[in-house]
């Protein structure tokens, strides 16, 4: 009965391409939903069952039976993959509208059926265990996001990004079957849970860095990060959603499972990751502040929160590694609580930047303005996206910050001397990552937003069709929700990783319960009273006599959009002091010494990744060595006839002498 | 629900005090104490007027401003009498509330599509972005000593017993009156008084602001400065006096608060715009001075 | 007490990588003097009244009255008045600075010294490396010298550090202040009257 429960929707997604474009969407809709009910409810099971028992299901297929299992783990990222992935497709109705005259009906169903592939195979990246399928699972995921970015594949650009995209993910990939390979050389097996007797006889540290880096690529760490940036303005919104909120999320699943069964050497390999993460995310968060493409800006900030992640994680691995259950418990919690939360509010800030990008059809800032007279509802959503990003309360990013600050401050008490400088280092970064991301988004918001429209092409004319809206509300009641009423997801949560890494938890995890309920009370309290205030202020006001009246210009009367602040200018006091971390490259031409009367100039900025100028520098170092063997083809069919004959001699030779 | 009472009353005698001792300084009589507060109600007589290109959330930027002050206020504990909200790493919650308010102070200021409230906009991120790790070495440094982590068991525990932790002390009521000034957006990093709007960081933002609104934020602001004066009345203030001693002294400490807040004001020009981050910054190393002096107290490598 | 001067001295020092001004800098190196010379009565209790009174009347001559005096002197003389031409943004200086503070910590951590000295240790290597920054990252030659003065009186507080047992030590260190301040600034005080432009635009581009 499972059997076919499970693989009945891996044979019905062939049939979206099958399907007229008028039915396209519905089965498409249809499939999703069967899938998200297959999966969910064995994952809801095994989360609220005693113990938390992983539930596994044995798959006969034509090659061999396929074990796939869940368990608390792989539930709590199910039930995230499922949410994001609903919320994608349900917004690409209303997204993918105006490309059904540009595209073929072929390219769309294409485009539906590599997103439903995405779907299953992020689904089987968490169910499987075993080292072959998981890597199939893996590659599968990297083959149908490749084809997804390529949904507008006519510009050059797109296409080249899509495949660096493509070729960094295989890097990750072998380093990944590099890993597996050395599991099995030594324990026969190659799946997880071979590892914990690896490890048990091996050093730890060597084999987890392996996975690491190969996971991290996915993930987005720094150094590892370069294809983010680009592959997520290339793709169309909904799949930048999609993937940046739940694909490099399986990176960070692939390092918690590793590290469920690392044994010693704990504490080495939570400084690493800790020191790892916090540089991610303040380099990820600068990095994002200068940019002028709305949609970078956003995948940079993916980069800063999987640094936010990787600190609470880091933080868990110490707390393991010093038999500190508080801590352990704190930092996961906090770590997977921001999976949870960067999934909604992510997803829901790429999704109201599709709807501008939509509406406006541009992605510069420098060139947008003003879109909330248009687009309230989108400008609100925004907003509200801003809000949980930067980690203010009453919404749901503050509820996993304060739960890694509190495992922090923790740490900073009850240790040797060098943990309470790494613990207050942390601290440090973590201070400065939220003052900076919300630097980073009043420019983000205010500049796209607020103002007057700063070209008159790029302006918006109405709001977008509640289909889109749709899912972005659903996103943000679920924010709110978890902001407010953060026991409701925080338990579970806490429960599943108790059992995960067993952790003998004790009476102070009652003191953690206590403050998350007061925080969440306090979220009822700040809005009530908002709400108060605001009343007593509108009752005030009708009173009064309200005029409007243009802004205050200190005496010019004819302003003009082009007096506002920029993006540029707002991130300029920041680009300035961090220079030569963010190499902005400069387009001028100076005015030399002979020109006396000088000719037109014109002066632009760009941001660069300082990490992908270093690797272009590389990649065009590898260019010159294989231009040079790139001699060898010369395209005469008697030259490699040679090639094949000296070949010969030289197999004769080694031969003859023994030494192959 | 006691802090909040407080700050009301500190709040309201707070900015008269500091506008009287900076008159009195430069040798005029000044206004009246009550002044200030004179001044606020009469804009919350007066009408408004919006700018055109604002929208929604400039009409909801100086409510969410005041209530987040309100909330942190609420959240506060003061000398021997705990909040009924306190919680471990309360002081978190504390700040990024702050965090909370001046964001959409920022947005507020962005709304109405002006290049002055841009630049300080733009100033004021900067600025708060690079105070906060000072706050938060701070409060570590605080965590450490008394190895406990909600603000009231801190405040509690913590003795101005023994040099050790009185330069402790000092230490954290130095970075904070510094911290208070840079929120606060007064000299040596932005002068209230200025009237050029390019050198403006607070004062600019609430340029498009009037009536109702513009009384709103200034109650905020004399708000504010009630909030760190009773975080330093907290460090200085011993549990162990008391009650009608403690409430003397806390009025004391408030007055002195806002009389050297005139004073400074008084003899200091304001700093360079472009030195004012190495100020900050600087007020961080400060702090982490401090962070060593608790880390050996706590090792017990010094007596 | 002790504990305050050498908190005091480290914040001296913090001031002293941010400021602008060469004026500043002699007074803060008059201060560091202070500071030693408050030390050197709180610190030095075991050895013989003769060597504390030669000590501290050393440092009080040397350090609070004849090094300041002499810097000054070359202010006036080479009007030099503001540190043009950094050769790093003040930002980074205390970004820096603060570095050396963490790394200070971990080092003398890492030593396992008797634990009253271990604020000594911190200090002491902290104005070592705020010293050796100072002459990395400024150009001109007079910010040198002032670097090299903060690393003389980082060995001096050393040297206090551990005087009590062994009295030779500091001996050593008065000598080398006196070396320093004869030697240097006497070449300094005196060449100038032939060379003043010369000093002003020493490593200048």
Redesign the interface.
């Known amino acids: 009965m499972e059997n076919i429960l499970i693989t009945l929707p891996v044979f019905l997604s062939f049939v979206i391409l099958f399907v007229p474009s008028k039915g396209r969407y519905y089965t498409t809709l249809f499939i999703s939903l069967g899938i998200v009910l297959i999966t969910s409810v064995p994952a809801v099971n095994v989360i609220f069952s005693k113990g938390v028992l992983p539930e596994i299901f044995h798959i006969a297929t034509g090659l061999g039976s396929v074990t796939l299992s869940i368990d608390g783990l792989s539930a709590f990222f199910i039930l995230v993959t499922n949410f994001t992935a609903i919320t994608g497709l349900l917004y690409s109705k209303g997204y993918l509208e105006p490309y059904r005259s540009l595209k073929s009906p072929a390219q769309l169903s294409i485009h539906n059926f590599s997103y439903t592939w995405l779907h299953l195979s992020m689904l089987g990246v968490l169910m499987l265990r075993d080292g072959i399928p998981f890597l199939i699972a893996w590659e599968l995921m990297a083959v149908s996001s490749f084809m997804l970015i390529l949904f507008e594949a006519e510009k050059r650009a797109t296409l080249k990004t899509a495949v660096n995209y493509l070729i960094q993910m295989h890097i990750g990939l072998v380093l990944l079957v590099i890993a597996f390979l050395l599991c099995e050389a030594d324990t026969g097996s190659m799946s997880f849970d071979a590892l914990k007797f690896y490890f048990s006889h091996h050093s730890n540290i060597g084999l987890f860095l392996l996975f690491f880096a190969g996971f991290a690529i996915k993930a987005g760490f720094i150094p590892f990060h370069t294809w983010l940036p680009e592959a997520h303005p290339a793709a169309p919104s909904h799949v930048s959603g999609v993937m940046s909120g739940v694909m490099i999320k399986m990176g960070i699943y692939g390092i918690v499972r590793v590290m469920t069964n690392v044994q010693s050497d704990l504490v080495t390999i939570g400084l690493i990751v800790l020191a790892v993460s916090a540089i991610s995310g303040i380099l990820g968060v600068m990095m994002a502040i200068v940019q002028h493409d709305l949609k970078k800006l956003l995948a940079y900030h993916s980069i800063e929160n999987i640094g936010i992640i990787g600190i609470g994680i880091g933080l868990g691995a110490i707390g393991l590694g010093i038999h500190n259950p508080l801590l352990a418990l704190l930092g996961f919690s906090g770590g997977l609580l921001h999976v949870l939360n960067h999934s909604l509010f992510k997803s829901l800030l790429f999704f109201s930047a599709g709807s501008v990008y939509q509406a406006c059809h541009t992605r510069n800032i420098e060139q947008l303005?003003?879109v909330?007279?248009k687009m309230?509802v989108t400008?609100g959503l925004f907003?509200t996206g801003s809000?949980a990003i930067?980690?203010?309360?009453p919404l749901n990013g503050?509820i996993s910050?304060?739960l890694i600050?509190?495992g922090l401050?923790?740490g900073?008490?009850t240790g040797t001397?060098?943990q309470?400088?790494y613990m207050?280092?942390a601290?440090?970064s973590l201070?400065?990552i939220?003052?900076?991301a919300?630097?980073c988004?009043?420019?983000a918001?205010?500049?796209v937003f607020?103002?007057?429209p700063r070209s008159e092409t790029h302006t918006a004319t109405s709001e977008v069709n509640t289909g889109m809206l749709f899912p972005q509300f659903l996103a943000g009641t679920l924010m709110f929700l978890i902001g407010m009423f953060p026991l409701l997801f925080l338990q579970p949560l806490a429960r599943i990783l108790v059992f995960l890494f067993q952790i003998n938890m004790d009476l102070s995890w009652i003191?953690?319960i206590?403050?998350i309920s007061?925080?969440g009370?306090?979220g009822f309290?700040?809005i009530g009273?908002?709400f108060l205030?605001?009343l007593t202020?509108y009752w005030?006001?009708k009173t009064?006599?309200?005029?409007?009246?243009?802004?205050?210009?200190?005496g010019y009367t004819t302003?003009t959009?082009r007096?506002?602040?920029t993006g540029t200018?707002?991130a300029?006091?920041?680009a300035g002091?961090a220079e030569p971390i963010l190499k902005t490259q400069k387009e001028d031409r100076p005015i030399s010494e002979e020109e006396i009367f000088p000719a037109e100039r014109s002066f632009a900025t760009h941001p660069a990744d300082v990490f992908r100028l270093g690797l272009n520098r590389l990649v065009d170092f590898l260019m010159l060595i294989l231009k040079k063997l790139a001699r060898l083809q010369t395209g005469n069919i008697q030259h490699y006839i040679l090639y094949a004959f000296i070949f010969m001699i030289l197999i004769f030779v080694l031969l003859y002498l023994k030494i192959l | 629900m006691i802090a909040l009472l407080l700050a009301i009353i500190t709040a309201l005698f707070f900015p008269g005090i500091i506008i009287r001792v900076k008159s009195l300084v430069s040798g005029r009589k000044g206004p009246g104490i009550f002044q200030p507060w004179k001044n606020i109600f009469v804009l919350l007589r007066k009408s408004s007027v919006f700018s055109t290109t604002t929208s929604f959330i400039f009409q909801i930027a100086p409510v969410i401003y005041l209530a987040s002050l309100v909330c942190a206020l609420i959240l506060l504990p003061v000398p021997g009498i705990p909040s009924r909200f306190g919680f471990g790493a309360d002081f978190v919650l504390l700040a990024y509330l702050l965090a909370l308010g001046k964001f959409f102070f920022i947005i507020g200021a962005l709304d109405t599509g002006s290049s002055f409230e841009g630049m300080g906009a733009n100033r004021e991120a900067l600025y708060s972005m690079l105070a906060e790790p000072a706050f938060f070495i701070l409060f570590g440094t605080l965590a450490l000593l008394t190895g406990h982590l909600s603000m009231q068991s801190i405040f509690e525990q913590f003795h101005l017993s023994g040099y050790n932790s009185m330069i402790g002390g000092i230490i954290a009521v130095y970075v904070l009156i510094q911290i208070a000034m840079i929120e606060n957006s007064r000299m040596p990093v932005d002068d209230p008084k200025t009237h050029l709007e390019l050198t403006m960081i607070h004062e600019v933002m609430i340029l498009d602001h009037s009536g109702f609104d513009l009384a709103l934020i200034q109650i905020g602001t004399n708000l504010k400065f009630a909030l760190y004066g009773i975080l330093i009345a907290n460090i200085l203030i011993p549990v162990t006096w008391a009650l009608p001693y403690r409430i003397a002294l806390f009025f004391g400490i408030q007055t002195a608060f806002a009389a050297s807040i005139g004073l400074m004001e008084s003899f200091r020009a304001r700093k360079k715009m472009m030195k004012n981050p190495q100020f900050i910054v600087t007020l961080s190393s400060i702090a982490l001075v401090g962070f060593i002096l608790s880390l050996l107290m706590m090792y017990q490598l010094i007596r | 007490m002790n504990v305050l001067l050498v908190i005091l001295f480290a914040i001296t020092l913090i001031y002293l990588s941010i400021t602008e001004r060469f004026r500043t800098y002699a007074t803060l190196i008059g201060m560091q003097g202070l500071l030693l010379f408050a030390l050197s009565f709180l610190e030095l209790e075991t050895i013989t009244l003769g060597t504390l009174l030669f000590v501290a009347i050393e440092t009080l001559v040397f350090k609070v009255i004849v090094v300041p005096f002499l810097l000054l002197r070359i202010i006036r003389k080479t009007g030099i008045e503001r540190v043009h031409e950094k050769a790093l943004p003040g930002f980074y200086s205390i970004l820096f600075v603060s570095g050396g503070l963490l790394l200070s910590i971990i080092v003398s951590f890492s030593m396992n010294t008797t634990p009253v000295n271990m604020i000594y240790f911190i200090v002491s290597f902290f104005a070592v490396y705020t010293g050796l920054f100072m002459i990395i990252s400024h150009k001109k030659i007079f910010a040198h010298l002032i670097g090299f003065l903060v690393i003389e009186n980082a060995v001096l507080l050393l040297s206090l550090a551990i005087g009590s047992q062994i009295p030779m030590l500091i001996n050593m260190g008065i000598l080398l202040d006196i070396f320093v301040s004869v030697l240097i600034l006497g070449i300094f005080v005196m060449r100038l009257k032939q060379h003043t432009h010369e000093l002003t635009m020493l490593k200048d581009e």
């Open positions: 303005g003003g909330i007279h309230p400008a907003l809000l930067c980690g203010l309360p503050f910050e304060i600050y509190l401050f923790q900073l008490s001397v060098y309470s400088i207050l280092m601290i440090i201070a400065l939220g003052g900076l919300i630097y988004f009043t420019k918001f205010g500049v607020l103002g007057v003191t953690i206590r403050s007061l925080v009370k306090m309290f700040l009273l908002t205030l605001f202020r005030v006001l009064r006599n309200i005029r409007q009246g243009p802004t205050w210009g200190c302003g959009a007096q506002q602040y200018s707002f300029d006091a920041v002091l």
